[in-house]
């Protein structure tokens, strides 16, 4: 048993990007008392004008309720829920900005799933190194952004040590279109969101070169085992990979040609640079920094997770895309649940 | 404790303890249950004595109030026990012995040690000879801040446990510092000893009989603690729970107890205390020799996971042990280091001299407002454990980077570490037993071994995360390691190692591996060279 607030508490989204904006729009069509904080005060007067994130959602119309602010300083100390959805390369400013105006009852929750890059470390650790919060929770799921605003049902987990935190999110997206199941593993959920965006580069490399769908299965239940094994390395718990934020995520990302990973595996498979495909989109493609991290870690922990080599060997190594096929075809494949981890 | 406080702290005690236990007549009837199962179990093994049949007798009334009383009577013979279980722990207290013994501590300690004859002892407290405990006793970190925040909330001071006598030294400190006792729950057989016992008893120590395994004792005990910490005792709590057994620094924590700090801030706040803030400090004693190292190494090896948690027959149950500790540790001149780690609030915020909770960059938050919901603090278990169990992190945290590492655990994890390497193909067990090839190492091959390891630790130092005694900063293997020596030789059954020569022979492994463990966790041996 315990204690939750009376009253639905205020939500302050931070990140006015593809999944930060759509959040905000359903809890705004929930009637929620919700605000989008976003970096350039332009960019705010824009959605508060026009009611539209041109940048990112191009095409839908945003809650009229919506308002959007650029004033940190305002907004922080009247939120009762933080909602940071920022990209791990700016993630650790935000949060320092934001601790300038926290208090210890605030909630934090995160929808980044990347790592930090020189750290490797997940998004709550740098949250607790930057400021005070400690009632921290991650919301991860198969949440394509794009979905979510034509408000067809979705689900996500909402992960926390701090059961307040878990039910005062259910609470908020009571009655959406987005569902909300609650759990403890705060590792898990963050590792697999994490990787799962570095899966998504090679299934949209797979697609890409038409090879069909025993090689994506493959791909993808191979890939689902290298995120467990690493989670559990990290001390995340082995039954999260098999939820809404391991393999539902998964699924999604891997398979729906509106996700940012998958189109960018699709394009270095059709031969573009990495250079000229993120100078062309606006969005971030954290698969790209999250191989680089993963990678480090994984070697640092003495595992080896083949996908990611040979992702981190196309991206970081100037291997060519046959030749890292050809190697990762020639590995010895031994016994499938010999390198799964036990619960 | 206080007279006056006592039958205060009772009343709180008794009301709180009966009130969880009796919300409804089968959560009575069940903790009731639960006391007669644990107890009778724990009297089959009790000695026979006049004590042990009054309480047969308590526990015979109990299981018939059980059988044919109402939930009125359920609920009087819960007031009963509670009252008893509180009387248990809380003991007859003495103020004008309590002063006695203050004043009696700082040079009893050594007069004790040194002699066991009372009139020695006399003569040495009316001499008022201030002999060389307080030399030996090196005492270091937030000294001045211990001090500033006891005088501004309550202290709950949370060491590292080795010896049974950490809580001596402590309590001399304590009183060096210009402190008063802190409360303590002390094990019952700490009472029984003719030594510790005295000190134990008088110096705010309250009694832990670590045989009772009811749910209700354990409740009355943690009860207690956070009623006293609400009163304004400043407490001592070892997280750790008993003695570490290995030799390592702890790196868990038991949460139950360490939560009292918190619970009762919590009830300051809501009963508008004019001094409601607690704060929690971690501290580590670090011990060149350790009194009982041959029983908790055995105790640690024999069944690992296992652990005897009661050892009623170890070296500090024997005054001519604890005398021949201390009298040949003075010989050495060897050092006991006290580190006075960074205080914290009952979350594990830093906070500073003044009081203030800081956030992880050093900015000013108001750590009331971890409690609120509404804008009121409020209660919300299963949230507090989480702040506990985070506290608990920050504790061990603590405890690492304010160990002291010191000449004996330097020489045996480089030692140890050598031993591995050269028996791969041995297991722990057979490598304790046998010694692997040969039961001497070449000096010469080992001094390299000891700079690297030195130099490992120098970098842990430099980084903040281990301390270096004096004599390791210097940096010379060979004064290091002859001070091991000398230490080896001195007080154990049998020295871990001694030298032969132009090598060194390994003599009692088991010690070598309970002082190697102090860098356990460090990473400056290979993980594998403990398994």
Same mark, same amino acid.
């Given at each position: 048993?315990?204690?939750?607030?009376?009253?639905?508490?205020?939500?302050?989204?931070?990140?006015?990007?593809? %999944?930060?904006? &759509?959040?905000?729009?359903?809890?705004?069509?929930?009637?929620?008392?919700?605000?989008?904080?976003?970096?350039?005060?332009?960019?705010?007067?824009?959605?508060?004008?026009?009611?539209?994130?041109?940048?990112?959602?191009?095409? /839908?119309?945003?809650?009229?309720?919506?308002?959007?602010?650029?004033?940190?300083?305002?907004?922080?100390?009247?939120?009762?829920?933080?909602?940071? &959805?920022?990209?791990?390369?700016?993630?650790? &400013?935000?949060?320092?900005? !934001?601790?300038?105006?926290?208090?210890?009852h605030q909630l934090v929750v995160h929808v980044t799933k990347g790592l930090e890059q020189e750290s490797w470390l997940r998004m709550s650790q740098v949250l607790a190194e930057e400021c005070c919060a400690r009632k921290i929770g991650v919301l991860s799921g198969p949440n394509l952004a794009d979905?979510?605003?034509?408000?067809?049902?979705?689900?996500?987990?909402?992960?926390?040590?701090?059961?307040? !935190?878990?039910?005062?999110?259910?609470?908020? %997206?009571?009655?959406?279109?987005?569902?909300?199941?609650?759990?403890?593993?705060?590792?898990?959920?963050?590792?697999?969101?994490?990787?799962?965006?570095?899966?998504?580069?090679?299934?949209?490399?797979?697609? &890409?070169?038409?090879?069909?769908?025993?090689?994506?299965?493959?791909?993808?239940?191979?890939?689902?085992?290298?995120?467990?094994?690493?989670?559990?390395?990290?001390?995340?718990?082995?039954?999260? %990979?098999?939820?809404?934020?391991?393999?539902?995520?998964?699924? #999604?990302?891997?398979?729906?040609?509106?996700?940012?990973?998958?189109?960018?595996?699709?394009?270095?498979?059709?031969?573009?640079?990495?250079?000229?495909?993120?100078?062309?989109?606006?969005?971030?493609?954290?698969?790209?920094?999250?191989?680089?991290?993963? /990678? #480090?870690?994984?070697?640092?922990?003495?595992?080896?997770?083949?996908?990611?080599?040979?992702? /981190?060997? %196309?991206?970081?190594?100037?291997?060519?895309?046959?030749?890292?096929?050809?190697?990762?075809?020639?590995?010895?494949?031994?016994?499938?649940?010999?390198?799964?981890?036990?619960? | 404790?206080?007279?006056?406080?006592?039958?205060?702290?009772?009343?709180?005690?008794?009301?709180?303890?009966?009130?969880?236990?009796?919300?409804?007549?089968?959560?009575?009837?069940?903790?009731?249950?639960?006391?007669?199962?644990?107890?009778?179990?724990?009297?089959?093994?009790?000695?026979?004595?006049?004590?042990?049949?009054?309480?047969?007798?308590?526990?015979?009334?109990?299981?018939?109030?059980?059988?044919?009383?109402?939930?009125?009577?359920?609920?009087?013979?819960?007031?009963?026990?509670?009252?008893?279980?509180?009387?248990?722990?809380?003991?007859?207290?003495?103020?004008?012995?309590?002063?006695?013994?203050? =004043?009696?501590?700082?040079?009893?300690?050594?007069?004790?040690?040194?002699?066991?004859?009372?009139?020695?002892?006399?003569?040495?407290?009316?001499?008022?000879?201030?002999?060389?405990?307080?030399?030996?006793?090196?005492?270091?970190?937030?000294?001045?801040?211990?001090?500033?925040?006891?005088?501004?909330?309550?202290?709950?001071?949370?060491?590292?446990?080795?010896?049974?006598?950490?809580?001596?030294?402590?309590?001399?400190?304590?009183?060096?510092?210009?402190?008063?006792?802190?409360?303590?729950?002390?094990?019952?057989?700490?009472?029984?000893?003719?030594?510790?016992?005295?000190?134990?008893?008088?110096?705010?120590?309250?009694?832990?009989? @670590?045989?009772?395994?009811?749910?209700?004792?354990?409740?009355?005990?943690?009860?207690?603690?956070?009623?006293?910490?609400?009163?304004?005792?400043?407490?001592?709590?070892?997280?750790?729970?008993?003695?570490?057994?290995?030799?390592?620094?702890?790196?868990?924590?038991?949460?139950?107890?360490?939560?009292?700090?918190?619970?009762?801030?919590?009830?300051?706040?809501?009963?508008?205390?004019?001094?409601?803030?607690?704060?929690?400090?971690?501290?580590?004693?670090?011990?060149?020799?350790?009194?009982?190292?041959?029983?908790?190494?055995?105790?640690?090896?024999?069944?690992?996971?296992?652990?005897?948690?009661?050892?009623?027959?170890?070296?500090?149950?024997?005054?001519?042990?604890?005398?021949?500790?201390?009298?040949?540790?003075?010989?050495?001149?060897?050092?006991?280091?006290?580190?006075?780690?960074?205080?914290?609030?009952?979350?594990?915020?830093?906070?500073?001299?003044?009081?203030?909770?800081?956030?992880? @960059?050093?900015?000013?938050?108001?750590?009331?407002?971890?409690?609120?919901?509404?804008?009121?603090?409020?209660?919300?278990?299963?949230?507090?454990?989480?702040?506990?169990?985070?506290?608990?992190? =920050?504790?061990?945290?603590?405890?690492?980077?304010?160990?002291?590492?010191?000449?004996?655990?330097?020489?045996?994890?480089?030692?140890?570490?050598?031993?591995?390497?050269?028996?791969?193909?041995?297991?722990?067990?057979?490598?304790?037993?046998?010694?692997?090839?040969?039961?001497?190492?070449?000096?010469?091959?080992?001094?390299?071994?000891?700079?690297?390891?030195?130099?490992?630790?120098?970098?842990?130092?430099?980084?903040?995360?281990?301390?270096?005694?004096?004599?390791?900063?210097?940096?010379?293997?060979?004064?290091?390691?002859?001070?091991?020596?000398?230490?080896?030789?001195?007080?154990?059954?049998?020295?871990?190692?001694?030298?032969?020569?132009?090598?060194?022979?390994?003599?009692?492994?088991?010690?070598?591996?309970?002082?190697?463990?102090?860098?356990?966790?460090?990473?400056?041996?290979? @993980?594998?060279?403990?398994?």
């Amino acid at each position: 048993m315990n204690a939750t607030s009376s009253t639905v508490p205020s939500v302050l989204v931070l990140g006015g990007g593809a %999944f930060g904006t &759509a959040l905000a729009h359903i809890l705004a069509t929930q009637q929620r008392p919700v605000r989008l904080w976003v970096r350039r005060p332009e960019v705010a007067e824009a959605i508060n004008r026009e009611h539209c994130n041109a940048t990112y959602l191009p095409g /839908h119309a945003l809650a009229p309720t919506l308002r959007a602010t650029a004033d940190l300083a305002e907004a922080v100390p009247q939120a009762q829920v933080l909602l940071l &959805a920022i990209p791990s390369r700016h993630f650790r &400013a935000t949060a320092r900005a !934001v601790g300038d105006h926290l208090q210890g009852h605030q909630l934090v929750v995160h929808v980044t799933k990347g790592l930090e890059q020189e750290s490797w470390l997940r998004m709550s650790q740098v949250l607790a190194e930057e400021c005070c919060a400690r009632k921290i929770g991650v919301l991860s799921g198969p949440n394509l952004a794009d979905e979510l605003m034509r408000g067809q049902p979705a689900g996500a987990l909402i992960a926390s040590n701090y059961d307040e !935190v878990s039910l005062a999110m259910q609470q908020l %997206f009571a009655g959406s279109s987005l569902r909300l199941y609650r759990g403890r593993d705060l590792i898990g959920t963050e590792v697999a969101g994490a990787f799962k965006n570095i899966v998504a580069l090679a299934a949209g490399a797979v697609d &890409a070169l038409g090879l069909g769908a025993n090689a994506k299965a493959l791909l993808l239940t191979r890939g689902l085992s290298e995120m467990a094994r690493l989670g559990v390395a990290l001390g995340g718990d082995v039954m999260t %990979f098999g939820g809404l934020a391991g393999i539902g995520d998964l699924m #999604a990302t891997c398979t729906s040609p509106l996700s940012r990973n998958y189109q960018v595996g699709q394009r270095l498979a059709r031969g573009e640079s990495l250079a000229a495909i993120s100078a062309a989109m606006p969005h971030v493609a954290e698969g790209v920094w999250a191989t680089r991290a993963v /990678h #480090a870690q994984a070697r640092a922990l003495g595992l080896d997770l083949s996908i990611v080599s040979a992702i /981190h060997a %196309f991206l970081y190594e100037g291997w060519s895309l046959p030749d890292v096929l050809q190697r990762l075809s020639s590995r010895p494949s031994g016994e499938e649940l010999a390198t799964m981890p036990t619960h | 404790m206080r007279g006056e406080d006592k039958t205060r702290v009772r009343a709180q005690v008794m009301d709180r303890c009966v009130g969880r236990w009796s919300v409804s007549a089968q959560a009575c009837e069940r903790i009731l249950e639960d006391t007669l199962h644990e107890e009778r179990k724990r009297l089959e093994t009790a000695p026979d004595n006049a004590l042990s049949a009054a309480q047969r007798a308590r526990y015979d009334a109990l299981q018939g109030v059980l059988i044919r009383g109402d939930a009125a009577a359920q609920r009087a013979a819960l007031v009963e026990v509670v009252g008893a279980f509180f009387d248990d722990v809380v003991g007859h207290f003495d103020p004008r012995v309590h002063a006695l013994a203050t =004043r009696l501590l700082p040079v009893a300690l050594n007069g004790l040690l040194r002699t066991l004859s009372p009139l020695r002892l006399l003569d040495m407290v009316v001499g008022g000879s201030q002999a060389r405990l307080g030399d030996q006793l090196v005492l270091s970190g937030h000294l001045d801040d211990l001090r500033a925040l006891a005088q501004r909330g309550t202290i709950v001071l949370t060491p590292t446990h080795a010896s049974n006598l950490d809580s001596v030294l402590l309590g001399y400190a304590l009183h060096q510092l210009g402190l008063p006792p802190f409360t303590y729950g002390a094990g019952l057989n700490l009472f029984a000893n003719p030594l510790l016992g005295f000190f134990m008893h008088n110096l705010g120590a309250y009694r832990v009989d @670590r045989r009772k395994q009811a749910r209700l004792y354990k409740d009355v005990l943690k009860t207690y603690a956070g009623v006293s910490i609400e009163q304004g005792y400043h407490n001592l709590f070892f997280p750790g729970g008993t003695r570490c057994r290995s030799g390592a620094v702890e790196h868990k924590v038991k949460l139950g107890l360490l939560g009292m700090g918190l619970d009762a801030y919590l009830h300051n706040l809501r009963a508008g205390r004019p001094r409601p803030d607690v704060f929690v400090v971690p501290c580590t004693l670090n011990y060149q020799l350790v009194l009982e190292a041959e029983t908790l190494i055995r105790d640690h090896l024999a069944e690992q996971g296992k652990s005897r948690f009661i050892i009623d027959d170890d070296e500090s149950t024997q005054p001519k042990r604890i005398l021949d500790f201390f009298t040949r540790l003075f010989s050495l001149e060897s050092r006991i280091h006290l580190v006075i780690g960074q205080p914290l609030d009952v979350f594990g915020n830093p906070v500073t001299p003044t009081g203030l909770s800081l956030d992880p @960059r050093g900015r000013v938050i108001d750590r009331q407002r971890y409690l609120f919901i509404d804008g009121v603090p409020t209660s919300d278990p299963q949230r507090d454990a989480e702040y506990t169990r985070e506290l608990g992190q =920050r504790i061990t945290a603590a405890w690492a980077a304010d160990t002291v590492l010191q000449s004996t655990q330097l020489v045996s994890a480089t030692l140890w570490a050598h031993l591995r390497a050269s028996n791969p193909d041995l297991d722990l067990y057979r490598l304790l037993r046998t010694g692997g090839q040969g039961s001497q190492v070449d000096l010469v091959a080992f001094y390299p071994l000891l700079e690297s390891t030195l130099a490992q630790c120098q970098g842990l130092a430099d980084a903040g995360r281990l301390r270096l005694d004096p004599l390791l900063r210097q940096g010379d293997p060979m004064a290091i390691l002859n001070d091991a020596l000398a230490h080896f030789a001195v007080y154990h059954t049998r020295p871990a190692l001694r030298r032969r020569g132009e090598r060194l022979e390994h003599v009692d492994r088991h010690l070598i591996l309970y002082y190697a463990h102090r860098l356990r966790g460090y990473d400056v041996v290979p @993980r594998h060279v403990w398994r």
